[in-house]
């Protein structure tokens, strides 16, 4: 029987992590310097690889002195703003955004997303939608052919509590497949969104629906705020490599 000693799995866990980690700065950097000009009224996506497109962001302000206003997508999004002292600005100010650069949980061959995998897919199709251009930023893991290849957690769905369960019976009569109401914690209470909503993760089983009818469908019903589906609002994917390159899509 093979034997693995725990600090070479660790060692082993932490060299996986690093290189992950480098593949998603090489795509948010790469995005950064393609997309943001000087006098852009920029939208902030949300999750980890954005942290990356943020610190690449405030180099450039400081080193090539832009003006650049920042339209958060979440809580975390406009606190980078506020850490990396980058002008905060919003949609009631600026309803026009010229663009957003964003994470993703997975990306299709069409470029339709699934995201909200850190709960923000509201406000994060908000900006998405004011925006000239959404561009997603992620590593290479999130690349695949079809919706449900590589991310296995489901499309995110925010719904207002009092309707979840309904919601739930509905989407599995339309279209098959598990919800389930997302909690930070096995057996702790349900996670709350930014705006106070529960979220259902749909664990569908028919990889080749049409996603722009699904979107469709599933908003008409009573209490779903928004889905995790993004059809045809993805401009362009940038996925990065653990040995720095980047594919672009
Ligand atoms: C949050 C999102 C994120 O953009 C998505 O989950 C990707 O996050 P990460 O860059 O951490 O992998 O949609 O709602």
Known sequence: RSFVAPDRLRALFSTVKMSLEQA?????????????????????????????????????????????????TSFQAKQLIVKHKLV?????TNPEIDVT?????????????????????????????????????????????????????????????????????????????????????????PVVTDNGNFILDWLFTNQDLDWETVDRDIKMIPGVVETGLFVKMCHKAYFGHPEGNVVER
């Open 101 to 189: 650069i964003d994470g993703a949980d997975e990306v299709d061959s069409n470029l339709t997303l699934i995201k909200g995998g850190g709960g923000c897919l509201l406000q994060e199709k908000i900006v998405a939608s004011c925006s000239k251009k959404l561009i997603v930023i992620a590593d290479y893991t999130k690349d695949s052919a079809k919706l449900g290849d590589r991310y296995k957690k489901g499309i995110p769905i925010e719904v207002v509590p009092m309707a979840y369960v309904p919601i739930r019976n509905k989407i599995a009569a339309l279209y098959g497949g598990e919800l389930k109401l997302r909690s930070a914690v096995a057996k702790a209470g």
């Open 24 to 72: 998603k700065q090489v795509a948010a950097s790469r995005a950064v310097d393609e997309f943001v000009t000087n006098n852009c009224i920029f939208g902030v996506g949300s999750g980890s690889t954005v942290v990356y497109a943020v610190q690449r962001l405030a180099e450039r302000v400081e080193t090539e002195n832009l003006k650049v206003t920042c339209i958060p």
């Open 88 to 92: 905060l600005g919003e949609l009631d």
